[in-house]
Nanobody
Framework: VQLVESGGGSVQAGGSLRLSCAASGFSYSRYCMAWFRQAPGKGRERIASISNYGYTKYADSVKGRFTISQDNAKNILYLQMNGLKPEDTAMYYC???????????????????WGQGTQVTVSS
């Protein structure tokens, strides 16, 4: 399994970015995919997830600003980030797991597969 993120960069506060995560070798009919982020000196935070059923969950810190989606035909996971704030500055990772599901909703943080990350920097 390989997950490759792209789309990070530097933007000013209020701007937008769309992150992509191309997945290969991940061919489970039931799965959970998610975006995490980790800022310097802070723990890893799960910010958005989506299951094969299409159920999404968001951390309160990004709810209403970020949108997770997937293109199943292309095996790509997206994270549309609008209204970016300086506190969104972090390394962003995508993750995937075939087991972290509870009633169709992604749960937990112990994902089996991880990408290498893409940096997002938001200046004030």
């Amino acid at each position: 399994v390989q997950l490759v993120e792209s789309g990070g960069g530097s933007v000013q506060a209020g701007g937008s970015l769309r992150l992509s995560c191309a997945a290969s070798g991940f061919s489970y009919s039931r799965y959970c995919m998610a975006w995490f982020r980790q800022a310097p000196g802070k723990g890893r935070e799960r910010i958005a997830s989506i299951s094969n059923y299409g159920y999404t969950k968001y951390a309160d810190s990004v709810k209403g600003r970020f949108t997770i989606s997937q293109d199943n035909a292309k095996n790509i996971l997206y994270l549309q980030m609008n209204g970016l704030k300086p506190e969104d500055t972090a390394m962003y990772y995508c993750a995937a797991d075939p087991n972290l599901l509870n009633l169709g909703v992604c749960t937990g943080t112990d994902f089996a597969y991880w990408g290498q990350g893409t940096q997002v920097t938001v200046s004030s």
